[in-house]
């Protein structure tokens, strides 16, 4: 790929408010227990918060192209982010449980309008180059919420408590509105079919929905239940097993680095097999129950499965075309029903049989992206008939897809 990749303060925009979507999406985890304790809920109605926030997800997914068509792409993010940011402090503050559950709605759903708007922005800014953009995206994406967990521990433990870890997100994006908000004025376009009728999406397109669904279910099933695998199977204790989120989320991490460097050079089709395989390597010494293996391959699954979302999407919004946005809010629909539906098919299996069992639905999905995703190719790229094949011809499919 001869073609420079330029970062201008639109994607650094972008970037940042992701990170900040991210940040505030993964403190749900850590404050749970607090909100459980403080105001007296079960672990049933606890679970509600995750469950709100991707109903929240599953709204904006609905409405996005509307909202976006109506105010555009800047005004719409910088408004979803504040808007989310305001949930928040009901979150922080809510007395009720049924407050904090209707907090995390509307965090879902007001963030999520930034969340489902980037990605279309970003692929209509940079074309061919989008994977690159998407998978640096989720590095930021992934950097901001490692921190989520860590801010809370800390400053749980100083005199400033739990909640000044949610209240910092806001005075961060009024901070980052402040520098930014004359930088980015009128440098922010989605294609001019944006603002024109809707184009049915093509097939294609709803194959590569098909397939980030599967991949985020697999992310999002090893997020909820790896710790507690961790604890039940493997033995840890909990203290201990709960440090093992950061260890898969940080391989996350270093797997979208590494994936956005790699990209430079290496084909995205080849990157998502290989980062399937990887995944595939880690969970099988994962699921063998001892704690060294279980680790590695905790680790391994993560730094496999951090690029077959970003991969998954850049394909989607390729085959979108210039209906990116549209593109963009239908694959929000795609993470939000995985986010809200398998991790708690996997928990109804684990009660229904044990957890170790219930596992082995991240295979099944994996080899279900697997089989998908070589029928996507095929469809790209066609095998030649023996027609028209001359020897020596040399004819080369271009392999950069």
């Not at 994977?131 to 921190?147: D, H």
């Not at 710790?227 to 989320?249: C, H, I, P, S």
């Not at 077959?308 to 999407?313: N, R, V």
Request: proline share 4%; hydrophobic share 55%; with cysteine.
């Amino acid at each position: 790929m001869g073609q420079r990749f330029v970062r201008d303060s639109i994607t650094w925009l972008c970037y940042l408010l992701l990170g900040y979507y991210a940040y505030l999406m993964d403190i749900l985890g850590p404050v749970t227990p607090y909100l459980r304790d403080e105001l007296h809920a079960s672990y049933t109605l606890a679970s509600l918060h995750f469950s709100a926030f991707a109903v929240g997800m599953l709204g904006a997914g609905l409405v996005a192209e509307r909202v976006l068509r109506r105010f555009g792409p800047l005004a719409t993010i910088w408004w979803g982010s504040a808007g989310m940011g305001t949930a928040a402090l009901g979150l922080a503050l809510g007395q009720s449980p049924w407050v904090t559950i209707g907090a995390a709605l509307a965090m879902g759903f007001l963030g999520s309008l930034t969340l489902t708007t980037i990605p279309g922005l970003l692929s209509a800014r940079y074309g061919e180059q989008r994977a690159i953009a998407l998978t640096e995206l989720n590095v930021a994406g992934s950097l901001a919420g490692m921190a989520a967990p860590f801010a809370v521990g800390m400053l749980a433990r100083s005199a400033w408590g739990w909640r000044a870890a949610v209240f910092a997100a806001p005075v961060l994006l009024l901070g980052l509105w402040l520098g930014l908000r004359g930088k980015t004025q009128g440098g922010a376009a989605l294609p001019a079919q944006s603002a024109a009728v809707r184009r049915k999406l093509p097939g294609a397109f709803w194959l590569a929905w098909v397939l980030i669904f599967l991949v985020v279910s697999v992310e999002f099933c090893m997020v909820y239940w790896g710790a507690n695998f961790m604890e039940q199977v493997v033995g840890l204790k909990r203290a201990d097993a709960a440090l093992t989120g950061t260890l898969y989320l940080g391989a996350m991490l270093l797997g979208r680095w590494l994936g956005s460097r790699m990209l430079r050079w290496a084909a995205p089709r080849w990157m998502f097999l290989g980062s399937l395989a990887v995944a595939a390597a880690g969970f099988g010494l994962f699921i063998g129950g001892t704690a060294v293996p279980a680790l590695m391959g905790f680790f391994l699954t993560g730094l496999g499965v951090a690029n077959l979302y970003p991969l998954a999407l850049s394909s989607a919004l390729a085959a979108a075309g210039e209906a990116a946005d549209q593109g963009s809010a239908r694959a929000t629909l795609a993470s939000g029903t995985a986010i809200l539906g398998l991790p708690l098919l996997l928990g109804a299996l684990a009660d229904a049989l044990d957890l170790r069992t219930a596992f082995w639905l991240v295979p099944l999905l994996l080899c279900t992206a697997l089989g998908l995703f070589a029928y996507i190719q095929r469809q790209n790229h066609p095998r030649p008939s023996l027609e028209g094949v001359k020897l020596g011809a040399g004819s080369r499919a271009d392999s950069r897809n």
